[in-house]
Each structure stands twice: as C-alpha cells, then as structure tokens.
C-alpha cells in the first residue's frame, strides 16, 4: 500500500475471487508516520466463502511491512477441477 497520509492508521479490507465463485476477503491494519520510519502492516481476519469449517486466512508476519495470507480448505469446483 503507498500514499497513505503521514500519521493515519488505517483498517484495509482487500478481497479476491476466483472462476468457481470462492469470493475472499480479509481485513489489514496499516500504520503510517514518517517519524522515524514507523510503519507496519498486519493481518487481522477474513472470511471465506465456503461450505467447509475452514473459513478464515492464515496471515504471516514476514517483517513490518510484508504479511503474507494463505486460504485452506478451498474446494474444487462443481465440474471437479482445481481450486
């Protein structure tokens, strides 16, 4: 994320999709301030549209500017191809 405001603290919210109707979503909080180059992102929840248990993200705080999110438990779609 760039061009945030100095000094803002944000929630971002980013969702994706794929060609079998799985919609994801997951929600971020951002920090910005230019004073000591003190900034962060981190994951903090989401949803997946699914008919299994296995509906949240599993966020990785690679350092203060990176989280990585993988989805599990996505199901094939109705013709039995890949996720």
Do not use: H, M, Q
Not at 39 to 45: D, E, L, T, V, Y
Not at 52 to 80: L, Q
């Amino acid at each position: 994320i760039t061009g945030i405001a100095d000094g803002g603290i944000y929630k971002a919210v980013v969702s994706v999709s794929n060609s079998c109707g799985r919609v994801a979503v997951a929600d971020y909080y951002v920090t910005n301030n230019n004073f000591n180059s003190a900034f962060s992102i981190k994951g903090i929840n989401g949803l997946l549209n699914t008919d299994t248990t296995d509906k949240a993200p599993a966020f990785t705080e690679v350092n203060r500017n990176t989280t990585s999110v993988v989805w599990s438990g996505i199901p094939n779609c109705a013709g039995g191809t890949n996720t």
